[in-house]
């Protein structure tokens, strides 16, 4: 799968009309702005997400999420906000391409936060553990959190595009500006 969409000096994704990410790159973490442009931000408007999940993605369900009512994610994500989704999705896929280089064990954290009284609304911000020094790894995991991400949001968008039939297979996000960090 080709990585040249993502680079740690391409810093801004338009994905279709469904969201834009701001990223904000360090050696050891990633700061994500995520904002949604579609009238929902909870997965219980999409009542496919995790059957979509236990297709794709099937080992997100049994992920480590940390949420106030404790609950685990397979049931969490029934009805959870789509940036704390695009996070989970991300963590896994860190771990799954991690294990893919040969490692024994992979484990990643990140965090979601939002304030719709100081940001527009449907405005994430996620903080994943990963950053440059680890930058081809991420690379894929983000592009791959970005198309399944995008898989789902499909299912309610009823403007959208017509699914690819071959979604992992992509590429489905365009870079909008390249800033180069001097
Ligand atoms: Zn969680």
């Known amino acids: 799968m080709s990585l040249s969409l993502l680079s740690p000096h391409c810093n801004f994704f338009q994905v279709h009309n469904l969201f834009a990410l701001k990223i904000t790159y360090t050696k050891s973490a990633t700061k994500i702005n995520m904002a949604l442009q579609i009238p929902i931000v909870n997965t219980k408007d999409i009542t496919d997400t995790a059957s979509i999940l236990q297709m794709y993605l099937p080992s997100v369900l049994y992920s480590t999420c940390f949420n106030d009512d404790k609950l685990p994610f397979a049931v969490e994500v029934q009805a959870t906000e789509i940036g704390h989704l695009f996070e989970h999705i991300l963590l896994e896929y860190l771990c799954y391409f991690k294990l893919l280089t040969g490692?024994?064990?992979?484990?990643?954290?990140g965090v979601t936060k939002w304030n719709w009284e100081k940001d527009p609304w449907g405005v994430f911000n996620i903080t994943i553990n990963a950053g440059l020094d680890e930058f081809e790894i991420?690379?894929?995991a983000m592009q791959q959190t970005i198309l399944l991400t995008q898989y789902i949001l499909n299912e309610y968008n009823p403007n959208s595009l017509a699914l690819p039939t071959q979604f992992l297979e992509g590429p489905s996000v365009q870079p909008?500006?390249?800033?180069?960090?001097?």
Do not use: P, T
């Open 103 to 109: 490692e024994k064990s992979a484990e990643y954290s």
């Open 138 to 140: 991420f690379a894929q």
């Open 176 to 182: 909008v500006f390249d800033q180069l960090e001097r």
